[in-house]
């Protein structure tokens, strides 16, 4: 098993960039591909983006690509999310998840998941 826990949300302003964290304890990361999701107040659990267990392949909401980057260091057992370009759209939760699957991007194909951590983007 393993816990997950993620750090780095904050409020930033249109424009502005976060990078969020996510460390993992009770098991190494590199046995999981990992993903970032994000959940706004009433609404479903989003996928953000997904990273292969050595790193090699990545993917991305559309809503996101070209502003948000994964990545992973396996050797600090820690995923991250670096957010550049922020709007108010993605305010939401973002929280971190682990899978045993090459890659995914729905929910349930997710077994681990962090407490999250909130992003507010102010217009």
């Known amino acids: 098993q393993v816990q997950l826990v993620e750090s780095g949300g904050g409020l930033v302003q249109a424009g502005g960039s976060l990078r969020l964290s996510c460390a993992a304890s009770g098991r190494t990361l590199s046995s999981y591909s990992m993903g970032w999701f994000r959940q706004a107040p009433g609404k479903e659990r989003d996928f953000v983006a997904a990273?292969?267990?050595?790193?090699?392949?990545?993917r991305y909401a559309d809503s996101v690509k070209g502003r948000f980057t994964i990545s992973r260091d396996n050797a600090k057992n820690t995923v991250y999310l670096q957010m550049n370009g922020l709007k108010p759209d993605d305010t939401a939760v973002y929280y971190c998840?682990?899978?045993?699957?090459?890659?995914?991007?729905?929910?349930?194909?997710?077994?681990?998941w962090g407490q999250g951590t909130q992003v507010t983007v102010s217009s």
């Open positions: 998840a682990a899978s045993q699957l090459l890659v995914a991007v729905t929910p349930p194909s997710y077994a681990y």
């Open positions: 990273i292969t267990i050595r790193g090699t392949s990545t």
